[in-house]
């Protein structure tokens, strides 16, 4: 028989995985372009109402809105992206903050606007909602899965990054977009796919998020705050950093709510100021 | 015999398996006009990083006069005496050029500490800020934003930066880099009519100014010094002159005073 | 050109920058009209001049340093809880009662610069933030004192100097508020035209250059982070005092992106930018104060996406422009 530790570990590794899908790809489009991009969880949000959307009004089922919700966010992050985001890439840091605010603004607006301001109740199959019982600690399902999913799509990821073209030309941008640019590299283009892939996943994690955290206009801000905190203590660039983080962050929020619910909500703060005084460019950051 | 003004003993840096510098001994006598010259990436750029504490060494010390200043961080150095300019503008572009060099006036003198007075309750900073850019011939430009002047203008007011921290060694990072040809010999000339007290270092691609100006060189190439001394010996040493093979014929290397 | 001649324009020209422009006299004189055109408006023009010196406030740390911070409401709410506490237990006087909200706001600013300093870009944003929603738990958490979501009840102001009370029209309040505003704004201006204020700016223009020429940047960003939360403070206090209610909002995040949301529609680095944003942000919110909040932040989000793609340095940076492109022609 395992202590309860075990359990409240894996609900905060399932947490941290969550928070990882939500921030890897902002995290790696700020260390290559270092934008700041704050409307990240807009798209996140855009996914997860999306799912909302299309299992109570059309019925789908749930796994099959979530290839929908990555490509739906991916797409519309790029029209953005080509749009608005692609004037400020060399701008002021103040200018980028205040347009991806306004973009958030807006989208919480919209949100609240078409959907209510209440949370969104998801009708997940009866199997979803089980537990698997092990060594006496209950495992959800539903987290299981979103472990395993955000494993797989982890390894997909560094993969990826390592044996492709694509990725190579995704660490040369990163590491010196200058000196890639002058090797000939794309790196406009390469960013572009990025920041959709990045959105995409974002969209995903929204998705997958509604059944963990629920769904409301406010997901925007709320879960903004943390991906900002994952990206900075991770380090900008970095996909393993931002996977330690996350899993540091999932593990830390979870079991301090758990064992000193008083302290709970800004430990989570605490945690990220004491990181960032240590690393300010994060775990692994290379900018 | 008098310490030298700037010297560094086996200064090194790496980066992981890149050797940027190594065994790095240089003594610099007060007053003289030292040229550094090498290929690109020698490691000329690096070493005023090191020497100013931009970069920290991996191994090796730096003394200004009898003082090791290789912990010191850089605005410590400055207000020893050790200031450097920029190879690419590094100025404030939306102040006036006299505000500029007054700013640095004033953090010199420590004046910048106070917010209850106001500015112009300091004419001596003022006017010795003007004074600098009237010697660099900037006098008639001295309200103009730093971003309306013309680069010329730009890399002068470079210099008037660095000259209002009163140096006791300059280090100056291809001054005249950008510059046309006759602009740049009067930047020089500037550079040449500076007090004694003052010993300058320049990086500088251009043989002819280097030859004219300086009455030391020291040849940097691939992180290390390969050879220094007066102008008519590095002109005429075999190693530097393999260096230069294929950049320019021998000719670039002769002295042109004795043209 | 004799040498006293040539010396003396330098001095001249530098002096000249700080004399009073009269479309500044005119500012300040239209700031005495809500008395006389709008006396039932008098309780908004006094949140308008709170707004204001709030704004003023991070202006000094934005707009001229260059630090971006999404935490600033953290010293606005010290000082309204402070006056607030103060007020609460017994002491009710107004204006020591925002001699000591500064002191309050200044010693967490003083504290809390020390780590700022030591950061740029992101980091130091997010350093600000995380600050700033520490301080919004922390005071959710510390609900006996602050008292939570309730908000601070039984506030009383005592009569400003002794003789003028705080009625419901906020003829004193308003007085109060702008007198407090102008004061500040004078030490304000005069600090952006002293040494400091020219180093600040040096520091904003180019922090990398800075200790190049000998400056002690991290110095002075800790005075002037601590000059900023004082102002802060008092903004705070006042708001305190003249509503006589604190709530949470007074220090969360909602109220520290709209302050820089106000500064930046005014134009940063321009001292007037802060009470030109506050003074339209503040008067379009209350004319569209009948809307749902959500539909309010619709527009705040339109608002921010085109002054930052039309107007990037606000409508004092709009006007500036204008102004040079007429006297071009």
Redesign the interface.
């Known amino acids: 028989m395992l202590p309860p530790i075990f359990g409240v570990l894996f609900d905060g590794l399932a947490y941290g995985m969550l928070l990882f899908l939500l921030s890897v790809g902002q995290s790696v489009t700020l260390g290559m372009m270092n934008f700041i991009n704050l409307a990240h969880c807009s798209f996140a949000m855009l996914g997860g109402y999306l799912t909302v959307a299309l299992m109570s009004r059309y019925g789908w089922p749930f796994f099959a809105t979530l290839p929908c919700a990555f490509i739906v966010a991916a797409v519309v992050s790029v029209a953005f992206e080509r749009t608005l985001f692609r004037r400020l890439y060399r701008a002021a840091e103040l200018d980028q903050v205040l347009l991806t605010i306004g973009i958030v603004f807006i989208s919480v607006a919209v949100a609240a606007y078409v959907f209510g301001t209440d949370q969104q109740p998801l009708q997940l199959p009866p199997y979803l909602r089980s537990s698997l019982t092990f060594m006496g600690i209950r495992f959800a399902v539903y987290r299981l899965i979103l472990v395993g999913l955000a494993l797989l799509i982890t390894l997909a990821l560094v993969v990826g990054l390592e044996f492709t073209r694509f990725g190579a030309r995704v660490r040369a941008a990163v590491d010196n977009e200058r000196m890639a640019r002058g090797l000939g590299i794309d790196v406009d283009r390469t960013f572009a796919i990025t920041f959709a892939l990045g959105s995409g996943l974002a969209g995903l994690g929204g998705a997958l998020a509604i059944e963990i955290v629920g769904l409301d206009p406010s997901f925007a801000f709320t879960y903004l705050v943390y991906v900002l905190i994952v990206v900075s203590v991770g380090g900008l660039g970095s996909i393993s950093g931002s996977f330690a983080a996350a899993i540091v962050l999932g593990i830390s929020d979870v079991a301090g709510k758990y064992y000193i619910p008083q302290l709970g909500a800004f430990l989570i703060y605490l945690v990220m100021i004491n990181l960032l005084m240590w690393r300010p460019l994060g775990l692994l950051g290379k900018r | 015999m008098s310490a030298p003004a700037l010297a560094t003993r086996g200064l090194a840096k790496n980066f992981g398996s890149l050797v940027v510098a190594r065994d790095i001994d240089i003594e610099l006598p007060k007053g003289v006009r030292y040229a550094l010259i090498g290929p690109n990436g020698a490691g000329k750029t690096t070493l005023i990083n090191l020497i100013t504490g931009m970069l920290q060494p991996g191994a090796g010390r730096i003394f200004l006069d009898d003082a090791d200043i290789t912990t010191l961080p850089p605005e410590q150095r400055v207000r020893h005496g050790l200031v450097r300019t920029y190879q690419i503008n590094s100025l404030f572009p939306h102040l006036t050029a006299l505000e500029s060099v007054t700013l640095a006036v004033c953090e010199r003198t420590r004046a910048a500490r106070t917010w209850w007075r106001q500015l112009n309750a300091y004419p001596h900073e003022i006017d010795e800020a003007h004074d600098i850019l009237v010697a660099l011939k900037l006098g008639p430009v001295c309200h103009r934003l730093t971003r309306e002047l013309a680069y010329g203008q730009q890399r002068l007011l470079e210099i008037a930066l660095a000259l209002a921290t009163r140096p006791k060694v300059l280090l100056l990072d291809e001054p005249a880099a950008g510059v046309p040809r006759e602009e740049s010999r009067e930047l020089f000339a500037a550079i040449a009519g500076l007090s004694s007290d003052v010993t300058v270092l320049f990086i500088e691609h251009d043989m002819e100014l280097v030859f004219r100006f300086a009455s030391r060189i020291i040849v940097m190439v691939g992180g290390r010094v390969l050879v220094q001394g007066p102008p008519h010996e590095i002109a005429n040493d075999p190693q530097v002159r393999a260096v230069y093979l294929g950049m320019a014929p021998a000719k670039a290397l002769q002295d042109p005073r004795h043209d | 050109m004799a040498l006293s001649e040539?010396?003396a324009a330098?001095?001249l020209?530098?002096?000249a920058q700080?004399r009073w422009r009269p479309a500044e006299i005119v500012f300040w004189l239209a700031t005495l009209l809500p008395y006389f055109l709008f006396p039932n408006y008098l309780s908004l023009a006094s949140q308008i001049a709170i707004a204001a010196l709030f704004a003023l406030s991070l202006d000094l740390i934005?707009g001229y340093a260059g630090i971006?911070s999404?935490g600033h409401a953290a010293f606005f709410g010290i000082g309204a809880y402070s006056a607030g506490l103060l007020s609460k237990y017994g002491w009710g006087e107004p204006l020591s009662g925002l001699i000591i909200a500064a002191f309050a706001a200044g010693v967490v600013g003083y504290a809390t610069s020390f780590?700022i300093c030591?950061?740029r870009?992101?980091?130091l944003?997010?350093?600000t933030?995380?600050?700033g929603?520490?301080l919004a738990?922390?005071a959710?958490?510390l609900g006996w004192l602050t008292g939570g979501m309730d908000g601070l009840q039984g506030i009383h102001t005592w009569k400003l100097l002794g003789t003028f009370a705080f009625d419901l029209y906020g003829r004193a309040a308003y007085a109060y508020a702008l007198a407090v505003l102008f004061v500040l704004f004078l030490f304000a201006r005069?600090?952006i035209?002293?040494?400091?204020?020219?180093?600040l700016?040096?520091i904003r223009?180019?922090f990398?250059?800075?200790?190049?020429?000998?400056?002690?940047?991290r110095?002075?960003i800790r005075?002037i982070y601590t000059?900023a939360a004082c102002i802060a403070g008092v903004a705070g206090a006042l708001l305190a005092q003249t509503t006589e209610t604190v709530s949470l909002d007074s220090l969360g995040?909602e109220r520290s992106?709209e302050v820089?949301?106000m500064l930046?529609l005014g134009g940063?680095g321009r001292l007037y930018g802060g009470l030109v944003g506050a003074t339209v942000y503040m008067i379009a919110r209350d004319q569209f104060s009948g809307v749902v909040p959500?539909?309010w932040?619709?527009w705040?989000?339109?608002?921010?996406?085109a002054?930052?793609?039309f107007l990037?340095n606000g409508v004092l940076g709009g006007l500036a422009q204008l102004a040079a492109h007429w006297s071009r022609k």
């Open positions: 040539s010396t330098p001095r020209y530098l002096s700080t934005l971006v999404l780590v030591r950061f870009h992101l980091a944003i997010m350093l933030l995380g600050f929603l520490l738990e922390l959710n958490t005069r600090l035209h002293s040494p400091f204020g020219l180093s700016r040096g223009e180019n990398v250059r800075m200790p190049a020429i000998g400056a002690p940047s110095a002075h005075t000059i995040f992106a820089v949301v930046v940063a959500q539909y932040y619709f705040i989000g339109i608002l921010l996406v002054v930052v793609v990037p």
